[in-house]
């Protein structure tokens, strides 16, 4: 059973940066994709970013230019890094992870491990 444990979230102001981690443990070896999903109070989930096992990455478009996500593989371990935040940032931040690749084209039920989530807050 994969585990992911997010970090990262808090409050800043608009335009101001923050920089979530996704901590994985007990992960298989093998083809993966791993993302970063928000949801923000009465919206449906949404993927922000996706990156694979083979380095394909993926953005919603409305995070290009602002967002950028990142792996370490050793650790393992992704990043989100969020500049130029804006108030419709503000959500619940997930970090989730499925077998394959595909990264944001792949149907979120496809996703079958989810972190605990992490709130961000941007404040204008």
């Known amino acids: 059973q994969v585990q992911l444990v997010e970090s990262g979230g808090g409050s800043v102001q608009s335009g101001g940066s923050l920089r979530l981690s996704c901590a994985a443990s007990?992960?298989?070896?093998?083809?993966?994709?791993m993302a970063w999903f928000r949801q923000a109070p009465g919206k449906e989930r949404e993927g922000v970013a996706g990156i694979d096992s083979d380095g394909a990455i993926s953005y919603a478009d409305f995070v290009k230019g602002r967002f950028t996500i990142s792996r370490d593989n050793a650790k393992p371990t992704i990043y989100l890094q969020m500049n130029s935040l804006k108030p419709e940032d503000t959500a619940m931040y997930y970090c989730a992870a499925a077998h394959g690749y595909g990264g944001l084209a792949l149907p979120e039920p496809d996703f079958a491990y989810w972190g605990q989530g992490t709130q961000v807050t941007v404040s204008s």
């Open positions: 007990r992960y298989s070896s093998g083809a993966y994709t």
